[in-house]
């Protein structure tokens, strides 16, 4: 498999983003939510703008730097490559962000489990996304590794296929975290406290340490992550071949995790058939791995993939807001 950027020739890329993303969560956490505040709709509001800001800015520049390189080595039509793949980013963007908005709904459930206030929450989020952006940039390094072999395409879309018809067609089910296999192990390990102590991880009790609720949600807040990525990252590839694409698309969604959980947070309930659209998203990446992509000469076209893709999304949301969720009647 030919790359346009093979990891020899830009780990300077990856590493100068690396220390950019690291800048960035910086700032975040030591300067801008120093002091731990529930976070309001019109704050969460302006920082979900700047990070889709930066993320826009960051494809512009992306687009801007393929279109000078690939006229430097004399890719034919450079200026339609760098456009693609500056699609590509957009539209692997798109998808992870979409697809984001259904672990907001666990991440939900789970500090309403360990009853988590709102002032807590960033804390737990912040360090759950410095997790996720390593078990991400793990998981894109294995996925770039397999992609190698072509029948893993087949396999990445035949697992989309399936997780799309299972998110569209699976009853759902009450999460009960405290028959949780990695609960029971972790409570072997290291004994917890049901209370809370500040904005504390870790609390010595009688001179013996304790995990707060406030790790606890982090741990399942990992956990959940780490399933999710398992959906999401095929998912990118379904759109690119494209390491460094699927990293930084990633990433970028990744950072408006936060800001994004803290604005839909108090709205989960207006989007009830999202879900659906994101079911039919991850058939339709799925068909374009193991179907389509070879329908049409190699490669779907990615303005048609980023059309649907955002098509579905918002065809949905507005479904769901023109044909809200019947409440469900108090007996007795």
Same mark, same amino acid.
């Given at each position: 498999?030919?790359?346009?950027?093979?990891?020899?020739?830009?780990? %300077?890329?990856?590493?100068?983003?690396?220390?950019?993303?690291?800048?960035?969560?910086?700032?975040?956490?030591?300067?801008?939510?120093?002091?731990?505040?529930? /976070?309001?709709?019109?704050?969460?509001?302006? %920082?979900?703008? *700047?990070?889709?800001?930066l993320a826009l800015a960051f494809n512009a520049l992306f687009y801007f730097y393929s279109s000078w390189k690939f006229a430097q080595i004399g890719l034919a039509d450079a200026e339609g490559e760098a456009r693609r793949v500056a699609l590509e980013?957009?539209?692997?963007?798109?998808?992870?962000?979409?697809?984001?908005?259904? #672990?907001?709904?666990?991440? =939900?459930?789970?500090?309403?489990?360990?009853?988590?206030?709102?002032?807590?929450?960033h804390r737990v989020l912040f360090f759950g996304i410095i997790g996720a952006l390593v078990f991400r940039a793990l998981f894109v390094a294995i996925g770039a590794a397999l992609m190698q072999f072509h029948w893993v395409i087949y396999l990445f879309?035949?697992?989309?296929?399936?997780?799309?018809? +299972?998110?569209?067609?699976?009853?759902?089910?009450?999460?009960?975290?405290?028959?949780?296999?990695?609960? +029971?192990?972790? &409570?072997? =390990?290291?004994?917890?406290?049901?209370?809370?102590?500040?904005?504390?991880?870790? /609390?010595?009790?009688?001179?013996?340490?304790?995990?707060?609720?406030?790790?606890?949600?982090?741990?399942?807040?990992? =956990?959940?992550?780490?399933?999710?990525?398992?959906?999401?990252?095929?998912?990118?590839?379904?759109?690119?071949?494209?390491?460094?694409?699927?990293?930084?698309? #990633? /990433?970028?969604?990744?950072?408006?995790?936060?800001?994004?959980?803290?604005?839909?947070?108090?709205?989960?309930?207006?989007?009830?058939?999202? @879900?659906?659209?994101?079911? /039919? *998203?991850?058939?339709?990446?799925?068909?374009?791995?193991? %179907?389509? #992509?070879?329908?049409?000469?190699? @490669?779907?076209?990615?303005?048609?993939?980023?059309?649907?893709?955002?098509?579905?999304?918002?065809?949905?949301?507005?479904?769901?807001?023109?044909?809200?969720?019947?409440? &469900?009647? #108090?007996?007795?």
């Open positions: 498999m030919d790359l346009l950027f093979p990891f020899q020739e830009y780990w %300077w890329f990856y590493a100068g983003f690396t220390g950019f993303v690291l800048l960035l969560l910086t700032l975040d956490l030591g300067v801008f939510h120093k002091e731990a505040h529930a /976070v309001s709709y019109r704050e969460a509001g302006i %920082w979900s703008a *700047v990070w889709i800001a980013f957009l539209s692997g963007y798109l998808i992870e962000k979409s697809l984001s908005i259904d #672990n907001i709904f666990v991440f =939900i459930l789970i500090f309403g489990y360990f009853a988590i206030p709102q002032k807590y929450q879309g035949g697992f989309l296929i399936l997780t799309g018809l +299972k998110m569209a067609f699976a009853q759902e089910k009450e999460m009960d975290l405290s028959d949780n296999l990695a609960m +029971k192990l972790f &409570k072997k =390990i290291l004994p917890a406290t049901h209370d809370l102590h500040g904005s504390k991880f870790l /609390v010595k009790i009688n001179g013996i340490r304790h995990a707060t609720p406030l790790l606890l949600a982090l741990i399942f807040v990992e =956990i959940s992550d780490i399933i999710f990525a398992v959906d999401s990252v095929p998912a990118i590839f379904a759109i690119t071949k494209e390491p460094l694409i699927v990293f930084t698309s #990633n /990433v970028f969604a990744i950072l408006g995790l936060r800001s994004l959980f803290f604005l839909l947070a108090g709205s989960s309930d207006k989007f009830h058939l999202l @879900k659906y659209g994101l079911a /039919v *998203v991850l058939v339709f990446v799925g068909l374009k791995m193991v %179907w389509l #992509n070879d329908a049409f000469g190699g @490669k779907f076209p990615i303005s048609w993939s980023l059309g649907i893709i955002l098509g579905t999304i918002a065809l949905f949301m507005l479904l769901s807001v023109l044909f809200p969720e019947k409440k &469900k009647a #108090n007996s007795g």
